[in-house]
């Protein structure tokens, strides 16, 4: 079963840059969609920026669009989020998940199973 580890967040100011890493155990199938979900407390999680293995197809949420980019190196079978122009709204705990769709922040892989997380704290 594939495993994630997350790397990367911290503190930062509104208009500061971070980068997130999510390292994979082992090789993603092309079929794979990896990203970021990021969940507040009392709230469920959703997606940030998710890219699908296979194609390097992207998607975004509406409210990161155009600040945040999602990349992938299949050498290091790593899953990048470049997180640019942080917002304080931005301010949660990072995740990062594997799924077979978009849905992967509520349905993940047959297995699968969550990290810690990043927390990322953006002040003004």
């Known amino acids: 079963q594939l495993q994630l580890e997350e790397s990367g967040g911290g503190s930062a100011q509104t208009g500061d840059s971070l980068r997130l890493a999510c390292a994979a155990s082992?090789?993603?199938?092309?079929?794979?969609?990896l990203g970021w979900c990021r969940q507040s407390p009392g709230k469920e999680r959703e997606l940030v920026a998710a890219i699908r293995w296979g194609g390097a197809r992207t998607y975004y949420a509406d409210s990161v669009k155009g600040r945040f980019t999602i990349s992938r190196d299949s050498a290091e079978n790593t899953v990048y989020l470049q997180m640019n122009n942080l917002k304080p709204e931005d301010t949660d705990v990072y995740y990062c998940?594997?799924?077979?769709?978009?849905?992967?922040?509520?349905?993940?892989?047959?297995?699968?199973?969550w990290g810690q997380g990043t927390q990322v704290t953006v002040s003004l």
């Open positions: 998940a594997v799924g077979s769709g978009l849905d992967y922040c509520q349905q993940p892989l047959r297995g699968f199973a």
């Open positions: 082992g090789r993603p199938f092309s079929s794979h969609v």
